[in-house]
């Protein structure tokens, strides 16, 4: 049972997204790389995502966010942070 949700942007393997589980958090992972996802599998909680698209999974907060590089060199980092990260 988890307390705490993690997003996980370009995961890349799903090392992280099984760590973070692992450290108690519901840790879902988005990437842009079609071979990332194939080796990711869903089943371990990584999605394809297009950039300017929503996220492909329904809209929540997240307690925490890893990959904020990803974040700042591949979206619009403000109405990002507004939509997934203000309170």
């Known amino acids: 049972n988890f307390e705490k949700t993690a997003l996980k942007i370009g995961f890349g393997s799903t090392a992280n997204i099984k760590m973070l589980r692992e450290k108690g958090f519901d840790a879902v992972g988005v ?3 079609e ?3 194939e080796r990711g599998g869903q089943e371990n ?5 297009e950039p300017g ?4 999974f329904e809209e929540s907060k997240f ?3 890893v990959g904020l590089q990803s974040v700042y060199y591949n979206l619009p980092f ?3 942070w507004k939509k997934y990260c203000e309170s």
């Open 78 to 80: 403000e109405p990002f």
């Open 35 to 37: 071979s990332a996802v």
């Open 53 to 56: 698209n929503p996220f492909p």
């Open 45 to 49: 909680g990584v999605f394809l995502w």
């Open 63 to 65: 307690d925490l966010i």
């Open 31 to 33: 990437e842009v790389s």
